[in-house]
Structures are given as C-alpha cells and as structure tokens.
C-alpha cells in the first residue's frame, strides 16, 4: 500500500512541478510588458491574458501537489494538539463528507464546462486579443482527478493512521524552513519521552 500512496504522491509532484514553470512564463511575460509599456509605449494586448492563464493553470494544477506535502492551509491551533488517532479521524470525516464531494462535483461539471467549451471554440470575450481559452477550461477536470485521486490516498492515509496510531510516511519535497524546524523538535521530543520511559 505505501508503494501505491507513493506512486500517487509522485504524480501529483510531478503535475505541481510541471506547472511550476509557468511562474517563468509569467514572470518574463509580465517583464516583457512592463519593459515595452513604460519605455518603448507599445503595450500589448496579450500580457493580461498570458498572466491570467499562466496563474491559473498553476493554482489549479498545483493543488494536488500541495495536498500530497500537507502544504495547505489549515487552522490547527486545536488540530495540533489532538492525539494522532484524533487528528487521522477528523481528517478522514472531513476528507469524505467535504473534499471529495467537492472535488467530484470539480471533476464533473468542470467536464462539461471543457466540452463546451471545445465545442464553441470559446474565446476569452473580455480580452482585445480574444484568445482560445477552451486550453485551458480543460484544466479544470484534469486537475480535479488529480485532487480526486490524491484524495484517495489521503483517506488510505488516515484510515492507516487510525489503526497503527502512526501517519504513514510521504514522499516529502522542498520544506519550508519553519516546517522542518518543527519537524525536527517533535523528532527530539519523541526521543525524549522514549528515554524518559526507558529509564522508569
């Protein structure tokens, strides 16, 4: 089972990876119109929409990513302070009754919203340059079966929580600098407390 949980936790690094790159799309875009807009005054008609896709197609594709490091943002003043097996059973009712109804809902309708927008040939109307955006209406289901999919192995997760007392391990990336610094002290804490009772 940690073979499949890993597999999933590279896919969808691998898509939030992917579509990291188009922060530099969107930083030498945003370059290019500042550079021809303020000192050459020929701005372009393009920029805005360039920026708007660019972002979107990383906020969207990114979130499975996200999900599989534990990077999103959560209120865990109280969450942090439960045992493991409490932690595991709030995420597991939360997973089912909200993430993945949500998520469902994303991946179908979004669907329909991508055919018809292929049908049309739907161009952004309100844009002067009007470009297809049917590209990018088809990133909506895609990144909902990576959130569906990536979903599925959190709820393994928890489920594998809740009866070893443990969360089993994840393919970890780039931390930030405070999480590794938090993840260090449990580690020294955890240390303690086992010497504390092998010295009782």
Request: glycine share 6%; aromatic share 16%.
């Amino acid at each position: 089972m940690t073979r499949l949980l890993h597999f999933i936790d590279s896919l969808s690094a691998w898509s939030g990876k992917a579509f990291g790159w188009c922060i530099l799309i969107l930083t030498f875009s945003t370059c290019y119109e500042v550079f021809v807009r303020y000192v050459l005054n020929a701005p372009t008609v393009w920029a805005f929409d360039m920026s708007v896709q660019m972002y979107g197609a990383l906020f969207m594709m990114a979130g499975a990513y996200a999900l599989s490091q534990n990077a999103h943002v959560r209120g865990d003043v109280l969450y942090r302070l439960m045992p493991i097996r409490v932690q595991a059973g709030v995420d597991l009712v939360l997973y089912l009754i909200f993430f993945m109804p949500g998520v469902f809902a994303l991946t179908y309708y979004g669907y329909g919203f991508a055919a018809d927008s292929w049908f049309y040939k739907e161009v952004s109307w309100s844009s002067p340059s009007r470009i297809q955006i049917y590209f990018f209406k088809t990133l909506i289901p895609i990144s909902g079966a990576f959130l569906l999919l990536q979903g599925l192995a959190e709820i393994v997760r928890a489920i594998q929580c809740l009866r070893d007392g443990r969360w089993p391990p994840r393919l970890h990336d780039v931390q930030e600098t405070e999480t590794m610094l938090m993840h260090e002290r449990e580690d020294l804490d955890a240390r303690d407390r086992e010497m504390g009772r092998a010295q009782k």
